[in-house]
């Protein structure tokens, strides 16, 4: 069986989602220019429940506000995040 992530049409990143994406979509991102990739078509997020006690939890969902605002800058028109 083949991994998707082989496929040529595919870019995968593997990193912290959330300074990733502010790095590079956000209008506080000093280095926006050097990323040469257009926006997302597809984030597929897998998030840790709220009421998990892991300090990143309580990070993602304390600034909820800015963290999805983030990722959706980071979508194209018709992108979608799952």
């Given at each position: 069986?083949?991994?998707?992530?082989?496929?040529?049409?595919?870019?995968?990143?593997?990193?912290?989602?959330?300074?990733?994406?502010?790095?590079?979509?956000?209008?506080?991102a000093?280095d926006?220019?050097e990323y040469e990739?257009?926006?997302?078509?597809?984030?597929?997020?897998?998030?840790?429940?709220?009421q998990?006690d892991?300090?990143f939890?309580?990070?993602?969902?304390?600034?909820?506000?800015?963290?999805f605002?983030?990722?959706y800058?980071?979508?194209?028109?018709d992108?979608?995040?799952?």
């Amino acid at each position: 069986m083949e991994w998707c992530g082989e496929d040529s049409r595919a870019e995968m990143y593997c990193e912290n989602a959330i300074s990733c994406i502010k790095s590079r979509f956000s209008d506080e991102a000093d280095d926006k220019e050097e990323y040469e990739g257009g926006p997302f078509d597809v984030l597929i997020m897998d998030a840790l429940d709220p009421q998990d006690d892991i300090p990143f939890a309580r990070i993602l969902y304390t600034l909820v506000r800015s963290s999805f605002e983030y990722l959706y800058d980071s979508l194209s028109d018709d992108g979608v995040m799952v």
